[in-house]
């Protein structure tokens, strides 16, 4: 399985209190229907944005409400999720690194090529 990085990767080495220090935001998990979760108190994010939780996983916002930012998570185990948990935007949009490795697959949002699955 080839794994797609969202974050570029001066920013993976970085924590969510980093991240909730320089932008002066901080967000919470007020829901979850896994792979999505609903953040409430990050005014500024925006669409596209990569989320990084209080557990160093990652997430990105697919659409943005009045009152919430809707996150799609990039990981495959809804537990290391919870409702109160520290989210904070990172200012960097969704990066994808391309190769010819990716030329002609089939990529499924959290990163595993579907490709291989057909004959």
């Known amino acids: 399985m080839i794994k797609v990085p969202l974050i570029h990767d001066d920013s993976a080495i970085h924590s969510v209190d980093y991240f909730i220090e320089k932008f002066h935001e901080i967000g919470f998990v ?3 229907e896994f792979p999505i979760l609903l953040i409430r108190g990050l005014p500024s994010v925006r669409v596209g944005e990569v989320v990084l939780f209080e557990n160093n996983r990652s997430g990105f916002v697919l659409s943005l ?3 919430h930012a809707v996150v799609l998570s990039i990981e495959r185990i809804s537990e290391q ?3 109160g948990m520290r989210a904070a935007r990172t200012g960097e949009p969704v990066k994808v690194p391309l190769s010819l490795d990716y030329l002609g697959q089939v ?3 959290m990163g595993a090529v579907l490709t291989h699955l057909f004959p």
Request: charged share 25%; aromatic share 16%.
């Open 30 to 32: 007020e829901g979850i």
């Open 81 to 83: 999720f919870f409702i």
């Open 107 to 109: 990529i499924l949002p």
């Open 65 to 67: 409400s009045r009152e």
